[in-house]
Structures are given as C-alpha cells and as structure tokens.
C-alpha cells in the first residue's frame, strides 16, 4: 500500500509566552524583517527556507518547553554565528562544540541549537 503521507517534514512549533516578543527575538536572530502578520491572535510563520518554523503562544507551557533541541539552525561561519548569539543577549548553554555547533536558549528557554553545515 502506498501512503498518502510525505516524506517531508513541514513545519516545527515552538511554544512560546509572549507571541509578538518572540516573533520579534526570532526576526532579529535570523536577519528577517519585523513586519509579518501574527496569525490568529496566537501563531507566526516565520518565513525559513525550507522546513517553516512556527511560533505558537497558545501551546506554551513550561512543561512544553523545548529542553533539547528539536531542530539546528545552519551557519557556514559557526564563530561569527556564536558571537552574534552571545552578543544578543540569548543564554548560552555550550561553547562552540567540536568546531561544528552550539546551543542556546529563546526568551522563553527553549534550546535551539546553530550547526555549521
């Protein structure tokens, strides 16, 4: 039997308190303009290439936190990529590992994770 489901991941939540804070704190870290549309009250697509990511603050509890990272953000200047974090502000959780990635927390403590690929 062939399945009607793709092999193709679509998007990834991320649950987050304050929906306008973090769309702005996602923006800023990936370079993107400000001015997207927050979709019901409670949703941002951020505009990725490839697999989307979305902010959800109707999911976010502290138990959905992410505590591991569920995804890696790419870099190919893995050392500029962790000065423009540290310089942000974001809460680091790991030096730059194996001259390839890093971790990292959002204002609301979910851990990302930039790799240089």
């Known amino acids: 039997m062939t399945s009607p489901i793709l092999n193709q991941i679509g998007a990834v939540f991320i649950?987050?308190?304050d929906i306008e804070r973090s769309k702005n704190w996602y923006c800023r870290l990936l370079g993107?303009?400000?001015d997207g549309e927050?979709?019901?009250?409670?949703?941002?697509?951020?505009?990725m290439q490839g697999p989307g990511i979305v902010l959800?603050?109707?999911?976010f509890t502290a138990?959905?936190?992410?505590?591991?990272?569920?995804f890696h953000l790419n870099t190919e200047d893995i050392d500029?990529?962790?000065?423009?974090v540290?310089?942000?502000?974001?809460?680091l959780l790991?030096?730059?590992?194996?001259d390839h990635w890093f971790n990292f927390k959002d204002p609301d403590g979910n851990v990302l994770m930039i790799c240089r690929c």
């Open 15 to 17: 649950p987050v308190s």
């Open 32 to 34: 993107l303009p400000l």
């Open 38 to 47: 927050v979709l019901f009250g409670h949703l941002y697509v951020i505009p």
């Open 56 to 59: 959800d603050s109707r999911i």
């Open 63 to 70: 138990a959905a936190v992410l505590k591991v990272p569920s």
């Open 80 to 84: 500029a990529a962790y000065d423009f």
């Open 86 to 91: 540290k310089e942000s502000g974001a809460e």
């Open 94 to 98: 790991t030096d730059i590992e194996h």
